[in-house]
Structure formats: C-alpha cells, structure tokens
C-alpha cells in the first residue's frame, strides 16, 4: 500500500431549505391564519478521525465532499427536514490547511477528535413568523442560505515515539524490521525507504512504543533535496531521535560530519529539532572493518558534542537490547515530567 500524506479537497456543505408561505384552509374558517413552516439547515461537511486509518488514501481518491440540503418547509407548521452531514474519516494527526491561503486551521490529533470543514445553511422562516396584529396574512417568507465551500489541503504527520534519522542506507529499514513488527523494503542502495513506515516495540516488561523509519536525509533535505521537506515533517512528533550511522558508508566515511550534517537539515527546518532528545547509534557491528574503527568514532563524536551513543547490529541482535531499553527509559522520563 502506499503512503498518501497530503492531499487536497472540496467540502461543500447543504444549502439551507427555503420557509414556506402557506395558509390554513378549514372548512367554515375562509381567513385561516399563515402555517408556513420553516426550511431545514443544511448538513454540515465533518473530518472525524479514525483510529483505524492510517493513510489519506481514501479521502485522496475522493477530492469531493458534498453534505446534504435542506428541505423546504411546508404548510400546516412542517418544517422541512435538515440536510445529512458528510462525514469525512482521516487518520489521527492529520492537520488541515486552507488551501489558498496555506493558513493552518485545524489540527486533529485526537483520537475521536472531529471538525467541521463547511458550516451548512440555514434554514428560512416560514410566513407564520411573519403575523403580526396589523398583518395577518402575510405572504412573506425567507429563503435559506447557502452552506460554505472551501477547498483544503489534508497534510498527516506520522504519530510516533521515536523517529529513525540518518543518511541514506545508514541501517534504518534494517533495525526497524529487528526491533517491531514493521517490515520495510530493505536493500543496499540509498533511498530504500521511499515512504515512512511504523512499526510497534514491545518491550519485555509489558511496555510498548511505536518506532517511524523516516527515509534518508541528505544535503538540502529542509529545502527539498532527496526525499524532501515532505518527509520531515513526520519527525516534528516524534519524542527521541535515533541517529543512526554507517562506520562502513564510503560516500561518509567522517561519523563526525554525518551526524553534524543530518542535525544541520534538522534544525534549518525547526530550530526546536536541536532539543530534541537524541541517542546516537553506530549500525553494522557485525562487520570487522566497523569494529576496527568503532573506539576513534565513539571518542570523535563524544569530542564533537554528541551525547548517548549506542552500537549494534541488526543482524546479530548485538547491542539491541540495551538500546531498546535505554530508549524506553527515555520515554518514561519524559512521560514523567509531563504527568508532574
């Protein structure tokens, strides 16, 4: 399947139902007094989330919402019936723009959480609002309103607690696909991640955390190089950054530079990124050639300011462990501040 985060739609809500100009007509009762009843609102344009999608890929096949209008009233005090609502079902975390004017207006990342894209119409008054002791009969009723129209751009941002991050073919699609149940097109060449993919850590003692391998990051990514600016800001949520870099990268071979170089596009595209909590990981300790330079790397990195740096490999499982559990220790603290 693939993974559709952005698109853009129409919602346009239910006119109003026009009110109705009627009079009684009873046998032996010639002057009946007005009964028109009143028109019915039109049905409102709704986003909802469901916690069962996980991709805008319905919504972008459909790009046109339409609710229902209004009834009009009818004599003998008949409202007419309001339109139905258009319900529209987005994943959680989805935010929406206006699309010409690209201002944010809503943001959905509640589970349950639900917005109304176009207000309907309301429904007009009937002439028996309009008697009054001068005139009985009047022949005056007002016509429903039109319901908006807008058109918007739907954009998700993946909902994670940790983020993967790194150069291209730095290790990522490999240990996520060791450490959850994500299963990530995995080869040896740049740009295997082509969509963002989550996957669910479950740790021994109960505890979980959902894990998003975002594809690689290059030179220029904030200004859409590579993969682009449509990749990062599915990191913007997540709680603690893996760093991960290749010791074997030939393309890289300074671990200094890597790491400076992805935390560059991080903080060009959000100046917060830079707090952002991060553990360092070294892939690929399953082979010699890594291992043969892995001390001058921890110590270079250590020089250059990088904090907790971990070293494994997907292949072997070696080092996985304490990596997950330093990044679950990592999330409970976080959990911890928030909760005090």
Known sequence: MHFIDETTIEVIAGDGGNGCVSFRREKYVPLGGPNGGDGGSGGDVILRVDEGLSTLLDVRYRRRFKSGRGNHGLGKQMNGAGGDDCIVRVPQGTMVFDADSNEAIADLDDAGSEWIAAKGGRGGLGNMHF????????REATLGTKGESRKLRLELKLL???GLVGLPNAGKSTLISAVSNARPKVADYPFTTKVPSLGLVRMDEGSSFVMADIPGLIEGAHQGAGMGIQFLRHIERTRVLLHLIDLNDPAHPDPVESWRGIRHELESYRADMAERPEIVVLTKMDLPDVVAIHDDAISALKAAGAGEIYSVSAATREGIAPLLHAVNAKLATQ??????
Do not use: L, Y
């Open 335 to 340: 959990n911890t501040n928030q909760e005090g």
């Open 131 to 138: 008697a009054t002791a001068t005139n009985q009969a009047p």
């Open 160 to 162: 994670a607690d940790v």
